[in-house]
T-cell receptor
Framework: AQKVTQAQTEISVVEKEDVTLDCVYETRDTTYYLFWYKQPPSGELVFLIRRNSFDEQNEISGRYSWNFQKSTSSFNFTITASQVVDSAVYFCALSEDTGGGTSYGKLTFGQGTILTVHP | NAGVTQTPKFRILKIGQSMTLQCAQDMNHNYMYWYRQDPGMGLKLIYYSVGAGITDKGEVPNGYNVSRSTTEDFPLRLELAAPSQTSVYFC??????????FGSGTQLSVL
């Protein structure tokens, strides 16, 4: 069975600090996808990134970066120079790839990390 | 494009009542999903659909039913509501190999 663990329940930082959100996953599949979603106070989940299991390159998008390490089954998310608008709940998620595209939305979510950025 | 639209946003039910949560998307996505989010927890998949007329159970389907008569709509039916169904419900859609687009959620309380 798949499992996603976000060990940090809550993180509190001051604006401009860097912060890393940890995500560890378990799966028996050799092909799978990892995701990060952001849930701001408005409640709607917003897609941030999708990474497949064959692509271990780190990715950077503005102040966001992701570190995927298959050897440790981790997919960590770093926000550089955090801002108040980054305050949200962040979810890491995993889906297996059973082919045909049907698996992409059958996500297993972690419990989420509440990030609070203080001015 | 409105994206994924869910109604209602809030609802209070009495134990034993029934209701339907509505979900519509205008992106012509084949895949649609219903998730529930309990406090302090991640989302859990209730049901999903790969196209009109085709639905399947997710991780927590008990107490729910779905139908998919059109590509656009994917309503979730709660029969005989129970306090354990108090949750926030999210509908989502996706294209093949695409990211999920979520609705804004329905907050349901069963008292």
């Amino acid at each position: 069975a798949q499992k996603v663990t976000q060990a940090q329940t809550e993180i509190s930082v001051v604006e401009k600090e860097d912060v890393t959100l940890d995500c560890v996953y378990e799966t028996r599949d050799t092909t799978y996808y990892l995701f990060w979603y952001k849930q701001p106070p408005s409640g709607e989940l917003v897609f941030l990134i999708r990474r497949n299991s064959f692509d271990e390159q780190n990715e950077i998008s503005g102040r966001y970066s992701w570190n995927f390490q298959k050897s440790t089954s981790s997919f960590n998310f770093t926000i550089t120079a955090s801002q108040v608008v980054d305050s949200a709940v962040y979810f890491c998620a995993l889906s297996e790839d059973t082919g045909g595209g049907t698996s992409y939305g059958k996500l297993t979510f972690g419990q989420g990390t509440i990030l609070t950025v203080h001015p | 494009n409105a994206g994924v639209t869910q109604t209602p946003k809030f609802r209070i039910l009495k134990i034993g009542q029934s209701m339907t949560l509505q979900c519509a998307q205008d992106m012509n996505h084949n895949y649609m999903y219903w998730y529930r989010q309990d406090p302090g927890m991640g989302l859990k998949l209730i049901y999903y659909s790969v196209g009109a007329g085709i639905t399947d159970k997710g991780e927590v389907p008990n107490g729910y039913n779905v139908s998919r008569s059109t590509t656009e709509d994917f309503p979730l039916r709660l029969e005989l509501a129970a306090p354990s169904q108090t949750s926030v419900y999210f509908c989502a859609s996706s294209a093949v190999k695409g990211k999920l687009f979520f609705g804004s959620g329905t907050q349901l309380s069963v008292l």
